[in-house]
């Protein structure tokens, strides 16, 4: 059992002890009469039963990992780890900037095409994400996550003329941000997260003011981001601490499109639920944004893996050439 693993698992229960003795002390007060004390135990008792559910919904994660080689040194997923090829002709390059809760594996079907077509590339891998300690993403920054990408940019620019940007989903969205301080080729962006769902608006809104995000990090730590399938063979954490979701929205500050002289080229999923694109349109026509669009009937969000893969990588070959 690995060291994170381990340590979850203990925590759970060493919390599930403390909520059995929270339900105990509660109803002694209660019986007791002392009600300012059964309230204060109440509390408590919330409280652990959040972090109880939290941390359970962190190690549904440890079940889809048991299938994916790890790096006992490094403590990455050998599937996740950074790659970067160099081909013959240096004048080009492509940076791969992968999604949320996601890692280089997001690229497994168009890395191919890249070797094939002797294009060089580099794809690396975001702080927080495919590494098996789940804990790192409880601390994250947006900036982290943006040095990341800036550091990647300027790694691969030292030895190609021209760099190209490909970003999936928060990937797209580093993608931009990076074109606002760099001159890049080419952005071509899937399914890229330019702004969150108006559903999401509200809760964004919330987790900005410091009081509510600290009691959410007491009382709801940990949050299920999609459905869990144990039988896919795609790297993704399926619940992520709260504190991660923040720091995804809080890239959204540093968005200034009107600093951006790039075309855009757009990969949207036409079953996807998780970005707006009719939203990303509309802020960037806002912008005066040039940008072509090409949409995929039978894809949702992760449009670079789902059942179109090999059009959509297709695609961004012919745009990249």
């Not at 399914?191 to 969150?196: H, K, N, Q, R, T």
């Not at 179109?308 to 961004?316: G, I, L, T």
């Amino acid at each position: 059992m690995k060291n994170s693993e381990a340590k979850i698992k203990k925590e759970i229960i060493i919390l599930e002890i403390l909520f059995v003795i929270t339900v105990g002390l509660l109803f002694l007060s209660i019986s007791l009469q002392r009600y300012w004390i059964g309230g204060s135990i109440l509390i408590m008792s919330l409280l652990l039963l959040g972090n109880i559910r939290g941390r359970k919904n962190l190690s549904l994660n440890f079940i889809l990992f048991k299938k994916f080689a790890l790096d006992e040194t490094t403590g990455q997923f050998e599937v996740a780890k950074p790659e970067m090829i160099f081909s013959k002709n240096r004048k080009h390059g492509v940076l791969l900037l992968h999604g949320f809760s996601a890692s280089p594996q997001e690229f497994r079907y168009l890395i191919p095409l890249l070797k094939e077509n002797e294009i060089t590339f580099y794809v690396p891998r975001l702080t927080g994400f495919g590494i098996h300690d789940l804990t790192k993403l409880e601390t994250i920054k947006a900036v982290q996550w943006l040095r990341d990408a800036l550091n990647a940019f300027d790694l691969l620019s030292r030895d190609v003329d021209e760099v190209s940007i490909v970003g999936h989903s928060m990937g797209g969205l580093l993608a931009v941000l990076i074109a606002q301080q760099r001159k890049v080729k080419k952005l071509i962006l899937s399914a890229p997260y330019l702004v969150e769902n108006k559903n999401h608006s509200f809760k964004k809104k919330l987790l900005k003011m410091p009081t509510v995000l600290f009691l959410m990090s007491l009382f709801m730590p940990i949050v299920r981001k999609s459905t869990f399938d144990q039988n896919s063979d795609r790297f993704v954490y399926h619940a992520v601490p709260i504190n991660s979701i923040k720091a995804l929205w809080d890239l959204h500050s540093f968005l200034n499109l009107a600093s951006t002289k790039n075309e855009f080229f757009l990969l949207a999923g036409k079953l996807d639920n998780t970005t707006n694109m009719q939203l990303n349109e509309e802020i960037l026509n806002k912008n005066k944004i040039s940008y072509s669009k090409y949409e995929f009937q039978k894809s949702g969000h992760n449009i670079l893996e789902d059942v179109e893969h090999s059009e959509v990588a297709k695609k961004v070959i012919q745009i990249l050439l």
